[in-house]
């Protein structure tokens, strides 16, 4: 499947192709995964992310809301919605660019010296 790593420890995204549950927890970072459609602009898109990511120290901030609430941290994958045999489906370059739009380096109270990458305008 070809997904988008949103990756906030080293503030880049790329394209990857995670095949497994495996490729999941390493590209995350995680031992738990959660997978859940969110709004991001005005399309709907899976995203894979960290479910236990808010219980550690610090956790980095990785999407917010279109007023500036925190909806995910960590790591993130976004793919294409599952299909009818409730798979994954693929980003097209079209999407990728689409994402990437709205993407941006924001800076929080806590990690004012530092920007981090976040995902914006990403809704329920």
Same mark, same amino acid.
């Given at each position: 499947?070809?997904?988008?790593?949103?990756?906030?420890?080293?503030?880049?995204?790329?394209?990857?192709?995670?095949?497994?549950? !495996?490729?999941?927890?390493?590209?995350?970072?995680?031992?738990?995964? !959660?997978?859940?459609?969110?709004?991001?602009?005005?399309?709907?898109?899976?995203?894979?992310?960290?479910?236990?990511?808010?219980?550690?120290?610090?956790?980095?901030?990785?999407?917010?809301?279109?007023?500036?609430?925190?909806?995910?941290?960590?790591?993130?994958?976004?793919?294409?919605?599952?299909? !009818?045999?409730?798979?994954?489906?693929?980003?097209?370059?079209?999407?990728?660019?689409?994402?990437?739009?709205?993407?941006?380096?924001?800076?929080?109270?806590?990690?004012?010296?530092?920007?981090?990458?976040?995902?914006?305008?990403?809704?329920?």
């Amino acid at each position: 499947m070809k997904a988008l790593l949103l990756d906030t420890i080293n503030k880049s995204t790329r394209v990857v192709n995670p095949e497994s549950l !495996e490729d999941y927890y390493n590209l995350i970072g995680c031992n738990w995964v !959660e997978i859940v459609t969110r709004r991001i602009g005005r399309k709907y898109y899976d995203v894979i992310c960290d479910e236990e990511g808010t219980f550690v120290d610090d956790p980095l901030i990785s999407a917010i809301d279109d007023i500036g609430r925190v909806m995910f941290v960590g790591n993130l994958i976004i793919c294409g919605q599952v299909n !009818e045999d409730g798979e994954n489906t693929d980003l097209t370059a079209n999407d990728i660019r689409y994402i990437k739009k709205r993407i941006q380096p924001m800076y929080t109270i806590k990690h004012q010296d530092e920007q981090l990458l976040m995902l914006t305008n990403c809704n329920y």
